[in-house]
């Protein structure tokens, strides 16, 4: 009985129905790859631009807000991974981002670089800013304004720099396999097969 259902709910999807689908898979499947493969540079040490933003940013621009939500966990768990933070907290921070940009993307602002920018910069320094208050802020240690000015600064820089090849590698991943239709009309007459 529960394979006959399963059969006709198969059978009634039509052949462009069945490409958009396997397209989306595709799309969400390489957008977790670009943001696994941009948590590499991020390991080697030192002063580092945290790749994973720009990425996470990039698929909030495009996807659902439940697919953002994962990427920014999986983005912040890749930052704490890569910087030795406690486990969850950029996680947590990310996850609550990458909703709101998803948000502002579906409601009130365009597609647009400009755009993406400026909400990477805002996420970066946000991230920063937090990572300073937990770590010297809060306890009024020596050296807050060295942290400040000789890790956290050149980092949000070399982030914000890298935020453009990131967006040159993400946008021809979407615009290849997102296909706008005007009408349910236009896409019956077109036969996409």
Same mark, same amino acid.
């Given at each position: 009985?529960?394979?006959?259902?399963?059969?006709?709910?198969?059978?009634?999807?039509?052949?462009?129905?069945?490409?958009?689908?396997?397209?989306?898979?595709?799309?969400?499947?390489?957008?977790?790859?670009?943001?696994?493969?941009?948590?590499?540079?991020?390991?080697?040490?030192?002063?580092?631009?945290?790749?994973?933003?720009?990425?996470?940013?990039?698929?909030?621009?495009?996807?659902?807000?439940?697919?953002?939500?994962?990427?920014?966990?999986?983005?912040?768990?890749?930052?704490?991974?890569?910087?030795?933070?406690?486990?969850?907290?950029?996680?947590?921070?990310?996850? &609550?981002?990458? $909703?709101? !940009? /998803?948000? *502002? +993307?579906?409601?009130? @602002?365009?597609?647009?670089?400009? %755009?993406? &920018?400026?909400? $990477?910069? !805002? /996420?970066? *320094? +946000?991230?920063?800013? @937090?990572?300073?208050?937990?770590? %010297?802020? &809060?306890?009024? $240690?020596?050296?807050?304004? *060295?942290?400040?000015?000789?890790?956290?600064?050149?980092?949000?820089?070399?982030?914000?720099?890298?935020?453009?090849?990131?967006?040159?590698?993400?946008?021809?991943?979407?615009?290849?396999?997102?296909?706008?239709?005007?009408?349910?009309?236009?896409?019956?007459?077109?036969?996409?097969?």
């Amino acid at each position: 009985m529960k394979r006959n259902k399963q059969a006709s709910l198969h059978q009634r999807r039509t052949r462009s129905e069945q490409k958009t689908i396997r397209r989306n898979l595709l799309r969400k499947l390489l957008s977790l790859a670009l943001l696994l493969l941009c948590a590499f540079p991020m390991l080697g040490g030192g002063i580092q631009p945290l790749w994973v933003i720009p990425a996470a940013i990039c698929i909030s621009m495009n996807e659902d807000m439940y697919f953002c939500m994962a990427a920014g966990v999986l983005s912040g768990f890749l930052i704490d991974i890569a910087c030795g933070s406690p486990l969850g907290i950029n996680a947590i921070f990310m996850v &609550i981002f990458c $909703t709101f !940009v /998803c948000l *502002l +993307f579906e409601q009130i @602002l365009r597609r647009n670089f400009w %755009y993406y &920018i400026l909400l $990477t910069a !805002v /996420c970066v *320094l +946000f991230r920063n800013g @937090l990572s300073w208050l937990l770590t %010297y802020g &809060i306890y009024r $240690t020596e050296g807050n304004s *060295l942290y400040w000015h000789d890790v956290l600064l050149p980092s949000a820089l070399l982030t914000i720099a890298v935020a453009v090849a990131v967006y040159l590698l993400y946008m021809p991943l979407t615009r290849l396999l997102t296909k706008r239709v005007r009408s349910m009309d236009a896409a019956a007459i077109r036969h996409d097969w």
